[in-house]
């Protein structure tokens, strides 16, 4: 079954400077990709989505993400955060091709410094 | 905007009752699932279902039960809550492939 790995549990960043946030997946199968956020007290938001076609996927609040499938990474980057960017994000996939289940990483906490 | 309601947002419980937590939506998705989250932690799968009258257990065993009579309805129920139950339980839903939509969550405290 295909793991979703986040590299980093926390990121602190100042304002205006660009972030990357690090998810890799354990399988080469065809695979479907999301990043979600969650504010505080509050539940998932989906960010992007990657399900086949360009590997750059643009998302919401200026977010995007490249699917390398060489790499096995779905890294989220964001080339100028804000405060209200500050949240928790969370890379998901399916566990195994033909699954409808969701595999969550364990989440990344940004933290945007002003 | 995702139509997936749950209820209550906020609950505070004694030791030994039985609570129900709410799930709908309204977009006729015939995926749904309930996850447990601790604070900052990560989201655990403890029951599913891929449409009505279908239920299944999740990664994360749980002593709550879930029901599917209708489409857009999803509850979960504890018949004894224990302080060992609190926690934040969110309830998503999704078609095929696609993402899924979350629910606000119900934060669950047991006292």
């Known amino acids: 079954a295909q793991s979703v790995t986040q590299l980093d549990s926390q990121v602190p960043v100042f304002e205006e400077a660009p972030v990357e946030l690090r998810c890799n997946y354990s399988?080469?199968?065809?695979?479907?990709l999301f990043w979600y956020v969650q504010y505080p007290n509050q539940g998932l938001q989906l960010l992007l989505k990657y399900l086949s076609g360009s590997t750059l996927v643009k998302g919401i609040n200026g977010f995007e993400a490249e699917f390398n499938k060489s790499q096995t990474s779905f890294h989220l980057r964001k080339p100028s955060v804000h405060i209200s960017d500050t949240a928790e994000y969370f890379c998901a996939a399916p566990p195994e091709a033909g699954s409808y289940q969701l595999t969550f990483g364990k989440g990344t906490k940004l933290s945007v410094i002003p | 905007e995702a139509d997936i309601y749950q209820t209550p947002r906020y609950l505070v419980i004694g030791t030994g009752k039985k609570i129900t937590l709410e799930c709908s939506q309204t977009m006729g998705h015939d995926k749904m699932y309930w996850y447990q989250q601790d604070p900052g932690m990560e989201l655990h799968l403890i029951h599913y279902?891929?449409?009505?009258?279908?239920?299944e257990k999740g990664d994360l065993s749980s002593e709550s039960t879930v029901s599917r009579i209708r489409t857009e309805h999803f509850p979960l129920t504890l018949e004894s809550a224990r302080p060992s139950h609190t926690s934040q339980y969110l309830c998503?839903?999704?078609?095929?492939?696609?993402?899924?939509?979350f629910g606000q969550g119900t934060r669950l405290t047991v006292v």
């Open positions: 279902s891929y449409g009505v009258n279908s239920t």
């Open positions: 399988s080469s199968v065809s695979v479907y």
């Open positions: 998503a839903s999704r078609q095929g492939n696609t993402e899924a939509f």
